[in-house]
């Protein structure tokens, strides 16, 4: 997700508190606030695909589902 959109979903939010939004700004910040769950959800995924976990016997475990 880049900055512009972010800045998108921030001026949506702002307008929703001052004037309120149409029905297309609505659906509208409803796609960009989905499309920002997926890409921190994916970004965390990453992180903990590459996250080890070091036992007291000096060996490397990686974090996984369970």
């Not at 307008?15 to 989905?34: C, M, P, V, W």
Request: net charge positive; aromatic share 4%; proline share 2%.
């Amino acid at each position: 997700m880049n900055q512009q959109k972010i800045d998108r979903i921030n001026e949506l939010a702002r307008k929703s508190k001052s004037t309120g939004l149409t029905d297309e700004e609505k659906a509208e910040q409803t796609a960009l606030r989905n499309e920002y769950r997926q890409s921190v959800v994916g970004n965390l995924a990453v992180q903990l695909d590459n996250t080890y976990i070091m036992t007291p016997d000096g060996k490397k475990k990686k974090v996984g589902e369970k």
